[in-house]
């Protein structure tokens, strides 16, 4: 308990200090994205984080308005047409991801975590087997172990063996791991690598691919424990 006092309160100064510093990114990046592309400089998207409660995360916009209904979905492959030019330089430098400080200012979030996932992109939460359900017993977060080994070069499924890798290290070293996951992140983002993700079969389109691997995350996330586990 008292690890996650202190985990909320780290959470808490460090968020407000983030912001603070970063005032002239909060004014330059919206200008910068109004003047591409038309639309809202801010994206906003239902996820989920700790026990399933469902919230709203934001994003600077990286993509044309209403990405998620084209191509790909979810899903960003290298050369996505739905990125702007603006889009991919957030992307690669993870700018496009600091407007979470502030869900993590009002608790929605942590700095460190598993990553919150969109409400519908496991399947029913309700149903979940206990791997993957076990990823929501603490706050998503803006980072985790999974980004640190892997980003989005890995499979959803060896991202939930971190995520609840994760949880077990925060269990015995508290607010430590985070503040060595955060170091680790910033040295990853540095490398701008492992943005894109990778289609089962590259011969597929965009949504093709995107509709095969949304099928197999939700199959593994819904698979009983027995079956998982062989027990």
């Not at 959470?11 to 912001?19: G, K, P, Q, R, V």
């Not at 939460?125 to 980004?147: E, H, I, P, V």
């Amino acid at each position: 308990m008292i690890n996650k006092v202190i985990k909320r309160i780290f959470d808490i100064i460090s968020s407000f200090l983030a912001i603070v510093l970063l005032i002239p990114l909060w004014i330059i990046i919206p200008i910068v994205i109004k003047k591409e592309s038309k639309g809202p400089v801010f994206f906003k998207q239902g996820r989920l984080t700790k026990e399933g409660r469902v919230f709203k995360m934001l994003k600077f916009r990286s993509m044309v308005v209403n990405a998620e209904g084209m191509g790909a979905g979810l899903f960003n492959y290298e050369n996505d047409p739905r990125v702007t030019k603006v889009g991919l330089f957030l992307r690669k430098s993870s700018i496009d991801e600091l407007p979470q400080l502030f869900n993590i200012f009002i608790g929605d979030m942590s700095l460190v975590g598993p990553r919150p996932c969109v409400i519908y992109e496991l399947g029913d939460y309700s149903t979940l087997n206990s791997r993957y359900k076990k990823r929501f017993s603490m706050k998503a977060g803006l980072t985790g172990l999974a980004q640190v080994k892997g980003r989005n070069d890995i499979s959803w499924d060896e991202k939930v063996t971190y995520d609840n890798q994760y949880i077990d290290f925060f269990e015995k070293y508290g607010v430590l791991i985070d503040v060595k996951l955060l170091l680790d992140s910033v040295l990853k983002v540095f490398k701008r690598d492992e943005i894109f993700e990778h289609k089962v079969d590259s011969s597929l389109s965009d949504s093709e691919a995107a509709e095969i691997a949304t099928d197999e995350i939700i199959r593994l996330a819904h698979l009983p424990d027995e079956k998982k586990w062989g027990l």
